[in-house]
């Protein structure tokens, strides 16, 4: 105990105890304080693009939503998604990584749902 030398005997042994227990208990607090602060987002529902909600979007606004695309994530996603092309033979004819091929398709993807599920609100709103 680092705190023993700093007890003096003729003040009360149960407040100079309390006093380093409060200490401690803020301290172990402080070191822990960034797991008190999670959120659990297990139990949220997640929103995802149905295949319905695309059937109800017209091929322009599809097409569009790809063509606002960086150009990086565009080309991967036309080749894989559109055209059927596998990671590695997107990252031969790229000279890119598969390790890229893969993330730029998920960026993609991402991005589009995004974009297609804004899409999807503002037609609701207009509608609603």
């Known amino acids: 105990m680092s705190n023993a030398d700093k007890y003096i005997p003729s003040l009360s042994?149960?407040?100079w105890l309390r006093?380093?227990?409060?200490?401690?208990?803020?301290d172990n607090y402080r070191r822990n304080e960034k797991h008190y602060h999670n959120v659990d987002i297990?139990?949220?529902?997640?929103?995802?693009?149905?295949?319905?909600?695309?059937?109800?979007?017209s091929?322009?606004?599809?097409?569009?939503?790809?063509?606002?695309?960086?150009?990086?994530?565009?080309?991967?996603?036309?080749?894989?998604?559109?055209?059927?092309?596998?990671?590695?033979?997107?990252?031969?004819?790229?000279?890119?990584?598969?390790?890229?091929?893969k993330s730029n398709l998920n960026v993609a993807r991402t991005k589009l749902k995004k974009a297609l599920s804004l899409e999807f609100e503002k037609k609701i709103e207009e509608n609603g």
């Open 19 to 26: 006093k380093i227990m409060i200490n401690a208990c803020i």
């Open 59 to 101: 091929e322009e606004v599809i097409i569009r939503a790809i063509q606002q695309l960086p150009p990086s994530y565009q080309i991967v996603f036309n080749l894989h998604a559109i055209e059927g092309y596998q990671h590695d033979e997107i990252a031969q004819k790229l000279n890119i990584s598969v390790g890229t091929s």
């Open 42 to 57: 297990s139990h949220m529902k997640i929103e995802q693009l149905t295949p319905d909600i695309l059937s109800n979007m």
């Open 13 to 15: 042994f149960r407040g």
